[in-house]
Nanobody, 114 residues
């Protein structure tokens, strides 16, 4: 069955960096685009970044453009989200998702606080 497992969240100071990972299994990873989403307390789930099957095509929410980078390693069945210059408003639970089908990971908490 499809499984997505996020890791790498934590507590970081404003201006800091974190890299999230999402390990995929149960499907042919290189055949699917992937995305990262986030949900802040009291808010809806927001699309953060998208990556194509090969990793050549990417797209970002305006709120993270220039600070976050999505990438993938098809040999490792893993998609990453490098987050730099973090702000308190980036605090949220971050989820990865397969672009086709309603498959989500369990989420990883990112807290940006001094």
């Amino acid at each position: 069955q499809v499984q997505l497992v996020e890791s790498g969240g934590g507590v970081v100071q404003p201006g800091g960096s974190l890299t999230l990972s999402c390990a995929a299994s149960g499907f042919i990873f290189s055949n699917y685009g992937m995305s990262w989403h986030r949900q802040a307390p009291g808010k809806g789930r927001e699309l953060v970044a998208v990556i194509s099957t090969t990793g050549v095509g990417t797209n970002y929410a305006d709120s993270v453009k220039g600070r976050f980078t999505i990438s993938r390693d098809n040999a490792k069945n893993t998609v990453y989200l490098q987050m730099n210059s973090l702000k308190p408003e980036d605090t949220a639970v971050y989820y990865c998702k397969r672009r086709i089908g309603d498959y989500w990971g369990q989420g990883t908490q990112v807290t940006v606080s001094s």
